[in-house]
Structure formats: C-alpha cells, structure tokens
C-alpha cells in the first residue's frame, strides 16, 4: 500500500465523482494513509467538517503546509 500526498490548491472544488473514487474499495486497497493539501484556513475547516461525518477507509488528514503533510505521513509510515 502507498501513501498519498494530493495538493489541491489549484483546484478546491471536489466533484462527487473524485469523493466517490477517493472512497472506493479499490483505493482503499492500495492506499494506506492520505495527506489533503488545501489553501487556507477555511478548506481547511469545510474539509475537517465533512470528513467528521465520513469517515474514510484509511487514516486521512488535511494540511495547509506541504511540510506539515509530509511529516505527517512520514510519522504514520515510522508506526506501521
């Protein structure tokens, strides 16, 4: 299984079909920790609120520092 880092900086909006993707037991079955890279304070906060009520299939955690995410995964990584 791999780990992700997905900036979407550039591109805030999600579509339900890249949410569905993202939460498909294929994914799932090479992913084993996710990183969001988001713009601001206030992505930030929206996507905290969603994943509080959808809880994903693998750990997945959202930054507004590249640095932060990388440390991040590479902690999780360090645990497995």
């Not at 992913?31 to 713009?39: D, G, K």
């Not at 206030?42 to 995410?69: C, H, Q, V, W």
């Amino acid at each position: 299984k791999h780990s992700l880092i997905v900036d979407v900086r550039n591109n805030p909006k999600s579509t339900n079909e890249a949410r569905a993707l993202v939460g498909s037991l294929e994914i799932a079955s090479i992913t084993s920790s996710m990183a969001l890279i988001v713009e601001g304070f206030l992505s930030r906060l929206i996507g905290n609120f969603y994943m509080k009520f959808n809880e994903g299939k693998y750990p997945t955690k959202i930054f507004t520092s590249e640095e932060d995410a990388i440390k991040w995964i590479n902690s999780l990584e360090f645990c497995e």
